[in-house]
T-cell receptor, first 113, second 116 residues
Framework: AQTVTQSQPEMSVQEAETVTLSCTYD???????LFWYKQPPSRQMILVIR??????QNATENRFSVNFQKAAKSFSLKISDSQLGDAAMYFC??????????FGPGTRLSVLP | DGGITQSPKYLFRKEGQNVTLSCEQN?????MYWYRQDPGQGLRLIYY???????QKGDIAEGYSVSREKKESFPLTVTSAQKNPTAFYLC???????????????FGSGTQLSVL
């Protein structure tokens, strides 16, 4: 069974600085999709960024970017110019074709003013 | 606007009572899901449905039931058999084809269920 690991239960970053959240996954599939979700205190789950495994180019969405290392099964999220509104739980998620989503345990990010 | 609507936002259950959480989507998504989230924890899959009139158990289905009579609707009933129902419940939907952007999960705003 696929698993997703987030080894950092908590992280903190100074406002305007850059932070990287780690995610590794275990799979024998070659075709799959990876996602980062943000859950702020409102508890609404918000899609931050997504990546198809067949694409070598790393996805970017404004201040959010990923470092996708397929061979290492690693999918880290980099947040640049951190803002107070970035404080949230961040969940890494995996999905292969025809299968359900597998979520990591989450990383709680604090942004310090 | 397209989206997923969960109601109510807060729900209270008495001992021995069944309660139903509503989830409606107008995204024309094929698949719908129910997740449970306990404080400070991740998401655990309760039930999911890929097509109308069909659904499968997730990892923690005991004490819960669902129906999928319409593509747009996937209500979750928390039965009296669920002895520890206090949690935050999230409904989500996705399509099962296309690029990653299309296959992503999109979530409702959740229902907080508490036991009186």
């Amino acid at each position: 069974a696929q698993t997703v690991t987030q080894s950092q239960p908590e992280m903190s970053v100074q406002e305007a600085e850059t932070v990287t959240l780690s995610c590794t996954y275990d799979t024998s599939e070659s075709d799959y999709y990876l996602f980062w979700y943000k859950q702020p205190p409102s508890r609404q789950m918000i899609l931050v960024i997504r990546q198809e495994a067949y694409k070598q180019q790393n996805a970017t969405e404004n201040r959010f970017s990923v470092n996708f290392q397929k061979a290492a099964k690693s999918f880290s999220l980099k947040i640049s110019d951190s803002q107070l509104g970035d404080a949230a739980m961040y969940f890494c998620a995996y999905r292969s074709s025809g299968q359900n989503f597998v979520f990591g345990p989450g990383t709680r990010l604090s942004v310090l003013p | 606007d397209g989206g997923i609507t969960q109601s109510p936002k807060y729900l209270f259950r008495k001992e021995g009572q069944n309660v139903t959480l509503s989830c409606e989507q107008n995204l024309n998504h094929d698949a719908m899901y129910w997740y449970r989230q306990d404080p400070g924890q991740g998401l655990r899959l309760i039930y999911y449905s890929q097509i109308v009139n069909d659904f499968q158990k997730g990892d923690i289905a005991e004490g819960y039931s669902v129906s999928r009579e319409k593509k747009e609707s996937f209500p979750l009933t928390v039965t009296s058999a669920q002895k520890n129902p206090t949690a935050f419940y999230l409904c989500a939907s996705s399509i099962n084809r296309g690029t990653a952007g299309l296959r992503a999960l999109f979530f409702g705003s959740g229902t907080q269920l508490s036991v009186l």
